[in-house]
């Protein structure tokens, strides 16, 4: 759905680096979700944010990778010094309260080189 | 173990051939929804469907149309009169009171080609 805007649409970053992926949720919505999709997988659930608050990061990797949701502002998914296993693509999705229905920003395609 | 299981990892058809994409998933939620997503080659995701635990009416949308069976925990999709525009990865997800947020559970896919 295009009104849930994630940028960039593919990000290219070298091993060690930082990749930030920004997730702007469609107006009026105070949840968001990410989810990876690894080649030739399905998506898989990472974290669920409300405004400034990680409500379930299960689904995240335990180092490296952390989420945020500011009050103002879109939500960040910082992926720290990245590494070939990364290179995905990295989905959000937003709601205007738990979950029913999710609508989907285009995604961004993390390579990793 | 697999919440949502596409167990056709690919099927291929020819135009105007009708093709059913199983999904059968696993919960012991009482409230939950089951989606369809179409991922086209551009990579997006398209929303097909959402559809509640309590209802098991099946849904027709121009050649669409979903067959929901709690019997068999099974919500199958079908395209009547497939076109080449058809082609691509549908994803089936269950989405469970017991998640955080009732967060997405995905099945990995069926990758559909419809060719001329």
């Known amino acids: 759905n295009a009104g849930v805007m994630q940028n960039p649409r593919h990000l290219v970053r070298r091993r060690g680096q930082e990749a930030r992926l920004r997730c702007s949720p469609m107006k009026g919505h105070s949840h968001v979700y990410w989810y990876r999709q690894l080649p030739e997988e399905g998506l898989k659930f990472m974290v669920y944010?409300?405004?400034?608050?990680?409500?379930?990061e299960s689904g995240m990797p335990k180092e490296r990778f952390s989420a945020e949701f500011p009050k103002e502002g879109p939500s960040i998914l910082r992926i720290q010094q990245v590494v070939r296993g990364d290179s995905a693509a990295y989905f959000c999705?937003?709601?205007?309260?738990?979950?029913?229905?999710?609508?989907f920003g285009q995604g961004t395609r993390l390579t990793v080189v | 173990a697999q919440k949502v299981t596409q167990a056709q990892t690919e099927i291929s058809v020819v135009e105007k051939e009708d093709v059913t994409l199983d999904c059968v998933y696993e919960?012991?939620?009482?409230?939950?929804?089951l989606f369809w997503y179409k991922q086209p080659p551009s990579g997006e995701l398209v929303f097909l469907i959402r559809r509640n635990s309590f209802d098991e009416q099946n849904e027709i949308s121009g050649r669409y149309s979903w067959n929901f069976q709690k019997s068999t925990s099974s919500f199958n999709f079908t395209i009547t009169a497939s076109q080449v525009v058809d082609s691509a990865v549908y994803f089936c997800?269950?989405?469970?009171?017991?998640?955080?947020?009732?967060?997405?559970?995905f099945g990995k896919g069926t990758s559909l080609l419809v060719t001329p």
């Open positions: 919960t012991r939620d009482t409230t939950y929804y």
């Open positions: 999705a937003s709601s205007t309260r738990t979950l029913t229905e999710a609508f």
């Open positions: 997800a269950l989405s469970e009171s017991s998640n955080s947020g009732y967060a997405l559970n």
């Open positions: 944010l409300q405004k400034e608050n990680i409500i379930d």
